[in-house]
């Protein structure tokens, strides 16, 4: 599988669209997802359902360059589209209470 050595790991970033992303569509559910994956107490990104998730530095780095491209692609959207997203993550949580 082809790995990201730009990005500062040798863990496959695909993997992680593929595996971590898969079916979430929308910026804001990819850095929600993301983001539970970040375990305080070590300060490392994690997924133990990924292969090869034994090597815990180059997949905090492949998580971390992926959140990165993530959050980028946030913050490159219009503050209109932005305020839109979140109304509607807003209202799908208040369904839920």
Not at 76 to 83: V, Y
């Amino acid at each position: 599988m082809h790995t990201e050595e730009s990005h500062g790991t040798r863990y496959p970033l695909a993997a992680v669209w593929e595996e971590i992303l898969a079916g979430t569509f929308s910026t804001i559910g990819r850095m929600e997802r993301l983001s539970k994956c970040f375990e305080p107490p070590t300060r490392l990104y994690m997924q133990q359902e990924l292969p090869n998730s034994n090597e815990s530095a180059d997949l905090d780095a492949a998580i971390r360059a992926v959140h990165v491209l993530v959050w980028k692609d946030w913050l490159s959207g219009s503050l209109e589209r932005q305020q839109a997203r979140l109304a509607r993550v807003r209202l799908r949580v208040l369904r839920k209470c």
